[in-house]
Nanobody, 126 residues
Framework: QVQLVESGGGLVQTGGSLRLSCAGP????????MGWFRQAPGKEREFVAA????????IHADSVKGRFTISRDNAKKTVYLQMNNLKPVDTAVYYC???????????????????WGQGTQVTVSS
């Protein structure tokens, strides 16, 4: 069973910053493309960002481009989401996900990921 564990969520004011972390999977972490998704109350889970197996390629949703940055440290088996200039619309539960078999084309759909974390709450106050 592959486990992904998110951390770093919390309450922040508009314009503030947070860095989310996601640890795992323990084995062959560097083989997985990693992604971040979010789900606001009453809304569907949506794509935020993805990174390929070695960190050489990334993609970000238009809604977060220029404010959020995905990165990874394969030695620490961790993927990060640096979130700057946060807005109330960014309030959601953030999930990390791992997908196997993607080397060049980055997965952006829910069904393209094999494993999911339990989520971490991010709340941005106005």
């Amino acid at each position: 069973q592959v486990q992904l564990v998110e951390s770093g969520g919390g309450l922040v004011q508009t314009g503030g910053s947070l860095r989310l972390s996601c640890a795992g999977p323990e084995r062959t972490f560097s083989s997985y493309a990693m992604g971040w998704f979010r789900q606001a109350p009453g809304k569907e889970r949506e794509f935020v960002a993805a990174i390929n197996y070695n960190g050489g390629s990334t993609i970000h949703a238009d809604s977060v481009k220029g404010r959020f940055t995905i990165s990874r440290d394969n030695a620490k088996k961790t993927v990060y989401l640096q979130m700057n200039n946060l807005k109330p619309v960014d309030t959601a539960v953030y999930y990390c996900a791992a997908g196997l078999g993607y080397s060049t084309v980055l997965p952006q759909q829910l069904g393209e990921y094999d494993y999911w974390g339990q989520g971490t709450q991010v709340t941005v106050s106005s």
